[in-house]
């Protein structure tokens, strides 16, 4: 995109009236222009801060993500459609609770930064901004809130904190977000101090950061999406305003960089760091190119990027029947028909590419969980039926990450559904866990084997050197093979085999699903020399078999461990060979699968051991460990049954 070509005020002044203006705003924001403010007026008013190059001139404000047209089609719905007006109650009701609170105030920088902060400030923005357009006519009282926050983000932060650069990203698209939204509503001096405190706070640091060669700006994870993300929108709001000089170079470098990015979701829409991180990482995705749609017509090509156009399938594959989802690497925790709601993105990319299914998913999400926020209204689209869920396919093979996941129907509650983890452990993705080879599994309504997800980002060294010494992160903490304890390799990088037996949806030929994988990489070599698992999940019984087969060659290993993880209560049903779970009057029967000769792995044990895990790593309460063991070298195959109790 061409460059605006901006009257650029010296960086003297820039900062006196920046100081002015902050003053200004504190005490007199109702009143009248000082001459301050109508010097800035002045600038703001040029013919050439209107401009970019070569195009067409910059629509007026409101011009990012929610234009005129939209906030007509989001009251249609208000209007017309239940499910839309339940949202909008949802979010009035918010939208009172922020009346009756004092605005964010800057904490000291914990772990995450300020980003707890900074997050209640852009949900206040766009939660009061979202309010006031959707009023006839726009109600001040939303507008004054919405202005305190901003106000108080713009002036009272001395900085929106570098160090962690998502904060300085986010808050960046709050007070963009808030400029834009209220430009009509704003005085000259009202939005100098907002876009004052886009160039000292937001773009500087930017410009350092790129000089610097900042790991996020051409990182493939969530941190680029945001970050470029972030900033892209920043300079849309101000693209036409003289008092950001930075934002030109800003826009430069986030446009050039962010494409790195959308290349984590090729080819099939697998995101890297797990579906927790895809709705971080697509959230500012969507950001960034519905804002470039409304701001310039088009959004430079990003939402063509190969996997992007079917990323929802990832998401719709990786929640469960219950509305949970598949929790692997630091994508949260999981606790039992807790459903991950956080992906409004779903409406975007149902609308963007025709995907009706992905729509339904979500409204089915929210109408669990009643948790509705504005970008679910923003999006809002009613397309989407039971048919179209049930046209999908029932199992899905993301090569790029080798993770998969297959269930028995789409629509039953109490459906089969398997999540299947090989892939990577830690090597190019800084979320990793040591858990290739693991897998959830849910059947009548509850899941049986869980991931127990992340563990606090404040424990010492958490993405340092002691990432591999919390439970969570180990394979002991994960449902797969151990061999005495040790760790699995850092560097693995797992293949899944393709899926055998996934049929069309409808065709009514699919009885079962197996997939194979070679877990050998994830494993040093002086213990064992090559180790696959498949598994296979029978739809008509419910029943899910693991088949390891372990080759040791000069191998030091004394002990094999098969492990999973649950929040039902185990019972030692035979110690050499099985164990029944319970959720209440439902039940599971966990047990070793035998050829005649019972020559695969003698001398097994069955046992289980709760898992209390002690301060400083987050509470685990509730989690259940089964273990089967036997000695290792001649336990070269183990066949493991979950399967409803009798």
Known sequence: MPLLRQRILPAGLIMILYKSCSVMALHQSSEKLSITGRLLAGFADSDTAKRIPGSAPLPAHPRLRVLEKDVERIRNYIKTDNTAAGYYAIILKHGEGILRSPPAQRPPPGPSGILTTVRLVLERVYTTGLLYRLSQPNNQTWFKRGWEELEAAAVNFSEWNPDHFLDVAEMTHAIAIGYDWFYDELDESQRATLALSLEEKGFQPAIKAYNDKAFWSTYPDNWNNVCNGGLIVGYLAVADSPYCPSAPSVYENAIKDIPTAMASYSPKGAWPEGIGYWAYATRYTVYAVTSLMTALGSDQGLSETPGFNTTAQFVLHGTAPSLGFFNYDDSGRYTDRTGATDTPSLFYLATRFNIPAAAYVQRLKLAQTGAAETHDLIHYTPMGTADDVMDLPICAWFTHQNVAMARSSWLDPKASWLGIKAGTTHKGDPHGHLDVGSFVFETNGHRWAIDLGADSYALPEYFGKKRFTYYRLRNIGHNTLTFDDDNQSEEANAN??????????????????????????????????????????????????????????????????????????ITITDTTSSARLNYGSDAMQVGIVRRPDETDCPGTSVSFQSIDLQPPQESSKGVNKLMIQAPAKTCRKLTVSIKPAE
């Open 496 to 569: 899944l085999a393709a899926a055998v037996n996934c049929p069309p949806p409808r065709s009514g030929s699919h009885s079962y699903m197996s997939i194979d994988s070679d877990l050998t990489s994830a494993y040093t070599p002086s213990k064992v020399s090559a180790v696959y698992r498949l598994f296979s999940l029978n739809y008509a019984s419910r029943e899910l078999k693991t088949f390891d087969r372990i080759g040791y060659g000069n191998s030091s290993a004394k002990t094999v461990t098969w492990a999973m993880h649950t929040f039902a209560n």
